[in-house]
């Protein structure tokens, strides 16, 4: 950038000179206005019609460099330094959710929940049956206030996985989950196996990937060594987000 000021300065002076020069040969009163005649000591010869043309071209020419360079060197140079490196999701106790509770609460049915508490939230848009394939959240609450939130995998389908751990890949960020209580049960050629776990905080920031991501995938990790990976769709994330917003909104914590 210094170079560019550096070359317009020469410009402009360089056309000072040539202005000063053009003139210098002539007789009678000179009608310059660059600097260079400005200061001359000796006004005394008159423009031709061409070297007033030639002069009008250098003012402009001048005036073009001077809006130029008063521009670069108003220009602010501070160095800005950007963090561009992504980071891993992480849970953040003091999130401030933005969307109004009463928003979100008109997504969700209540009931009688069957894992504590004495309300249930779950998800209008979701359905809680077993032979249904879905990944969700949910939470109850007691008194009130929200009981650990809860994590569902529904994995129904006539071929069996046998999984016992969970990969997960949010935006490129690897997250692993060891899930317990796995029920499996046999549906006449169909397999069904789920889980329902109270997550805790050493599960609580693939909690806050899931809510925050744009993508993800999670690998169900075979005992049999025949894996099955399933790609979350926006219907999906979205119901990570609005659960957990719900969650965090009525206070919920990890």
């Not at 789920?194 to 905080?201: G, I, L, P, R, V």
């Amino acid at each position: 950038m210094k170079k560019i000021i550096y070359l317009l300065t020469l410009s402009i002076a360089i056309v000072n000179v040539s202005c000063a020069s053009l003139f210098s040969a002539a007789n009678g009163d000179c009608s310059c206005t660059c600097p260079a005649c400005l200061n001359c000591a000796h006004k005394h010869h008159a423009l031709t019609a061409e070297q007033l043309a030639k002069q009008d071209s250098l003012n402009a020419v001048k005036s073009w460099h001077d809006a130029e360079l008063d521009s670069l060197l108003n220009m602010d140079y501070t160095i800005v330094h950007y963090d561009s490196d992504p980071v891993p999701y992480k849970w953040d106790p003091d999130e401030v959710i933005s969307t109004p509770q009463e928003t979100l609460m008109a997504l969700f049915k209540t009931g009688n929940p069957t894992t504590g508490g004495d309300t249930e939230y779950v998800l209008k848009e979701i359905s809680t049956s077993t032979k249904v394939n879905d990944i969700y959240f949910y939470f109850n609450t007691k008194d009130g206030v929200p009981e650990p939130l809860r994590f569902v995998v529904h994995f129904y389908a006539d071929d069996q996985i046998n999984f016992n751990k969970l990969l997960f890949n949010i935006d490129g960020f690897k997250y692993e989950y060891v899930p317990t209580g796995i029920k499996r049960t046999n549906d006449g050629k169909f397999y069904s196996e789920n889980f329902d776990n109270a997550m805790n905080e050493d599960s609580r920031d693939i909690v806050a990937g899931l809510a925050h991501c744009m993508s993800a995938d999670v690998l169900l990790v075979s005992e049999r060594g025949v894996n099955h990976r399933i790609y979350f769709s926006e219907a999906q994330l979205k119901h990570f987000k609005e659960t957990y917003e719900l969650y965090r909104k009525m206070g919920g914590k990890l």
